[in-house]
């Protein structure tokens, strides 16, 4: 008995360890980071954006940003703050309507087969149109 209760036991535990590292969120330390400000000097932005490609260095916030791309991607953001998820709608918006061909060679780079072009296909649909984002 003792036996079943302690690998029973070990179950659960493994079970609440998975549902706490399932619901972790990305790290919100970079979070204040003035995206207006990026997004609004050329020099900043290209500096970002020759990271998130891998042709350029990356700042450790850049590094964090390139790294979970695909993830994000992935599973819609799961992992995303509320206001990573602004952060996120708001660079969007700009690519779409003011950096369209750096949209593309991002997109390019991170959906190669078209998978989440697909996807996001509404989602890019109300960016255009200057309509809330839903996830």
Same mark, same amino acid.
């Given at each position: 008995m003792a036996i079943k209760l302690s690998v029973l036991s070990v179950v #659960? %535990? %493994?079970g609440a360890i998975g549902l706490v590292l399932g619901a972790e969120k990305y790290t919100d330390k970079y979070d204040n980071i003035d995206i207006d400000e990026i &997004?609004?000097?050329? @020099? &900043?932005?290209? $500096? =970002?954006f020759d990271c998130i490609r891998g042709k350029g260095k990356c700042t450790p916030d850049g590094a964090e940003l390139k790294e979970s791309i695909p993830d994000a991607l992935k599973t819609e953001c799961a992992k995303c703050t509320d206001k990573q998820k602004k952060g996120v709608e $708001? #660079? &969007? @918006?700009?690519l779409i309507k003011e950096k369209a061909d750096d949209y $593309? +060679? %991002?997109?390019?780079?991170?959906?190669?087969?078209? +998978? =989440? @072009?697909?996807k996001y296909e509404t989602q890019k649909k109300l960016a255009e149109e200057g309509k809330p984002i839903e996830y």
């Open positions: #659960v %535990l %493994l &997004l609004g000097n050329q @020099r &900043l932005y290209q $500096k =970002y $708001k #660079v &969007l @918006r700009f $593309k +060679v %991002l997109e390019e780079q991170y959906d190669p087969e078209g +998978v =989440y @072009r697909k």
